[in-house]
T-cell receptor
Framework: DTGVSQDPRHKITKRGQNVTFRCDPI?????LYWYRQTLGQGPEFLTY????????KSRLLSDRFSAERPKGSFSTLEIQRTEQGDSAMYLC?????????????FGEGSRLTVL | AQKVTQAQTEISVVEKEDVTLDCVYE???????LFWYKQPPSGELVFLIR??????QNEISGRYSWNFQKSTSSFNFTITASQVVDSAVYFC???????????????FGSGTRLQVQP
């Protein structure tokens, strides 16, 4: 399978715990995006990387959230001191930057439930 | 700031009916891209189409067609002869071009849930 993969697919945690999600993009893609999707809503942009550089962060990304892409390949999204409002589907997507037609290729998401 | 509005929250049709999903967008840029994505019950967003702001030609792909009208800032999506497998949530999205770091991330609408009854 050469698509975007995310791990874990589901995570249930207690309020106050830290969680980390991993995303492996399509190997040729140099851009990687994180989105959050809550029930009945469209995906909301959180942050994106071009290679290892984090180029943009949304105001939605509070200081409890941190994303990394240390070698320009896979990325991790960590949420510290989780709150019930963090419960959502966290989506990862990847794309090319040069010659890109702009579409993002999405993974199946990591669903977070905070009790 | 860019914004995408999908006023139809949910649409239910009977198989073989035609259905149109509406999308209205707001942007200050003259160069931008519009997209439609499908999210089936499995959850993975699937790319359907991309249009750039300079190409208002309508497009048809099988049972799918798209009507882009800059004058009304709309990019509507029509499914002809709908099928049960078309049941999904459909998202319209907008991406503005940025000169410094290239294209911005996509801004999505809230989606339209389409239910096609047999």
């Amino acid at each position: 399978d050469t698509g975007v993969s995310q791990d874990p697919r589901h995570k249930i945690t207690k309020r106050g715990q830290n969680v980390t999600f991993r995303c492996d993009p399509i190997s040729e893609h140099n851009r990687l995006y994180w989105y959050r999707q809550t029930l009945g809503q469209g995906p909301e942009f959180l942050t994106y990387f071009q290679n290892e550089a984090q180029l943009e962060k949304s105001r939605l990304l509070s200081d409890r959230f941190s994303a990394e892409r240390p070698k320009g390949s896979f990325s991790t999204l960590e949420i510290q001191r989780t709150e019930q409002g963090d419960s959502a589907m966290y989506l990862c997507a990847s794309s090319f930057s040069r010659g890109s037609t702009g579409e993002l290729f999405f993974g199946e998401g990591s669903r977070l439930t905070v009790l | 700031a860019q914004k995408v509005t999908q006023a139809q929250t949910e649409i239910s049709v009977v198989e073989k009916e035609d259905v149109t999903l509406d999308c209205v967008y707001e942007t200050r840029d003259t160069t931008y891209y519009l997209f439609w994505y499908k999210q089936p019950p499995s959850g993975e967003l699937v790319f359907l189409i991309r249009r750039n702001s300079f190409d208002e030609q309508n497009e048809i792909s099988g049972r799918y067609s798209w009507n882009f009208q800059k004058s009304t800032s709309s990019f509507n999506f029509t499914i002809t002869a709908s099928q049960v497998v078309d049941s999904a949530v459909y998202f319209c999205a907008l991406s503005e071009a940025r000169g410094d770091t290239g294209r911005r991330a996509l801004t999505f609408g809230s989606g339209t849930r389409l239910q096609v009854q047999p």
